[in-house]
């Protein structure tokens, strides 16, 4: 559920109707709900419930500080990926021992910053990574708590370009050489040995590949606890679907993935944490669009419009689906009609959707992308020299702003000319 609805035909953000937000920041603009934010962080704190446990939304599917000290505020942690990441976090008021720091590749000074900044955990993926740390560690006088993130070789059914639990895939340790590594970790200076750490892939839209991830870490927890270890924590990554296409998607609720994860690893005792992005951001957020040119092809029509690849890559990345829809509602008994809907990009693949049936939009109507929250706006670049889109952000009847669109002095002046020119 989001809070993005029709009242008298046009779509609203909360009770801010788009055109508004149209008609202020200019197009193309992501915009995110405050309602739906908080309304899907709370769906995993009640799942939990009353486990112990901290939800640590993932601030690569949406790393705007505003809506991270919207999630902050509540109670949140947060996963970050890179020092970037790790700075957005503090920037946003989330203290260090609610920040777990994921990733294959930290470098020391990314370890640096967290150990003097603050930091719930590293989840380490290597053991080059936990002779690094322990170096990092001991040189500051600091000890590091840890898991060690496993791969446990299940296969998540999703995408391949995000399923990240396959012994082919890079992250994590196997399995299987847990018991090794986790004895070199108890053995290293500046370390300390806390819990297990698995994510197995994103857009999972079936339990049962996290509830045989999961098995595998409660049986690894008793395995590791009789080899004197003491797990306390368990981070069970992120990784839950939304439904893309309203029409015919119906992915678990946080609810069953609540359930699931009392019934796999709710009697050891441990503290649970877990890192989704997605399904708190991903419906959260809208990104709006006016249409250029209605153009008609020789076999095809084309919706031309002013957001691009650039700014939502998803389509073109992953042949992902986002529902298109118009933000003024059209009248009733007017047929759809296919489109294909690109953007203004110079490549064939700047293609959002082929053949999309829409009812009749023409020059200057706006359009919405559902679903585009999560991996949007952090995934944008300034590809043909288009500028980063602003990001708004509506908590009930208002609006404001959280990022501008730079004007194109500010994009050209970052490049310098050397003196031999
Ligand atoms: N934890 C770790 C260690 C992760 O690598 C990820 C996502 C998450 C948590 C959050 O997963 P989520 O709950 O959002 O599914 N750009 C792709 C998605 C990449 C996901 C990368 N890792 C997309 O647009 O679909």
Redesign the pocket.
């Known amino acids: 559920m989001d809070h993005f609805l029709y009242r008298d035909g046009i779509l609203h953000a909360e009770d801010v109707a788009i055109p508004d937000i149209a008609a202020t920041v200019g197009t193309p603009f992501y915009v995110y709900s405050t309602a739906t934010l908080t309304r899907h962080y709370r769906l995993f704190t009640e799942a939990l419930s009353p486990l112990p446990h901290l939800v640590c939304f ?1 601030i ?2 949406l790393s705007n500080i505003a809506v991270l000290k919207t999630l902050g505020d509540l109670g949140a942690g947060m ?1 970050v ?1 890179s020092g970037g990441e790790y700075r957005r976090a503090l920037a946003a008021g989330v203290p260090g021992e609610r920040i777990v720091f ?2 294959v590749g930290k470098t020391r000074e990314e370890m640096r910053l967290a150990l003097t900044g603050g930091i719930r955990q590293f ?1 380490v993926e290597s053991e080059p990574e936990l002779r690094a740390l322990s170096e990092v560690a001991s040189s500051l006088g600091a000890t590091a708590p840890i898991t060690i ?1 496993v791969n446990p070789d299940v296969d998540a059914k999703t ?1 391949e ?2 399923a ?1 639990g396959k012994k082919e895939n890079k ?1 994590g340790i196997p399995i299987a050489r847990a018991s090794a590594v986790y004895a070199e970790a108890a053995r290293l200076p500046g370390l300390k040995v806390i819990g297990i ?1 698995v ?1 197995i ?4 839209t079936d339990l049962a590949p996290f509830e045989q991830a999961y098995l595998k870490v409660a049986d690894l927890t008793r395995q590791l606890r009789a080899e004197g270890h003491s797990i306390t924590r368990l981070d069970l ?5 939304i439904p893309y296409e309203r029409s015919n998607s119906a992915p678990p609720l946080p609810t069953d993935y609540g359930a699931l994860i009392k019934r796999t690893v709710g009697d050891l005792g441990c503290e649970i944490e877990i ?8 419906n959260a957020g809208i990104l709006v669009a006016s249409v250029i040119y209605v153009k008609n092809g020789e076999d095809r029509d084309f919706l031309i419009l002013d957001a691009a690849m650039n700014d939502l ?2 389509p073109s ?2 042949g ?1 689906h986002h529902d298109i829809v118009p933000v003024r509602e059209a009248a009733p008994g007017l047929e759809a009609q296919e489109f294909d809907v690109v953007g203004p990009v110079c490549e064939t693949g700047d293609t959002f959707a082929k053949g999309r049936p829409l009812t009749p939009v023409a020059e200057g109507d706006l359009v919405a992308f559902r679903s585009a929250g ?2 949007g706006a952090v ?1 944008a670049s300034e590809y043909n020299t288009r500028p980063l889109i602003p990001e708004v952000l509506v908590h009930g009847d208002h609006f404001a702003v959280i990022r501008t669109r730079p004007t194109f002095d500010e994009m050209l002046n970052r490049d310098t000319i050397p003196e031999w020119l």
């Not at 892939?201 to 999972?204: E, H, T, V, Y």
């Not at 990554?237 to 679907?241: E, I, K, N, V």
């Not at 890192?275 to 991903?282: Q, T």
């Open positions: 993932a690569k599917s996963d990926v994921s990733g989840n993130r995408h370009k995000i990240t992250f750490d994510h892939g994103s857009q999972l990554g992120g990784g839950l679907g890192e989704p992005g997605r399904l708190i951001s991903g890559i998803r990345m992953y992902a999560a991996y995934m």
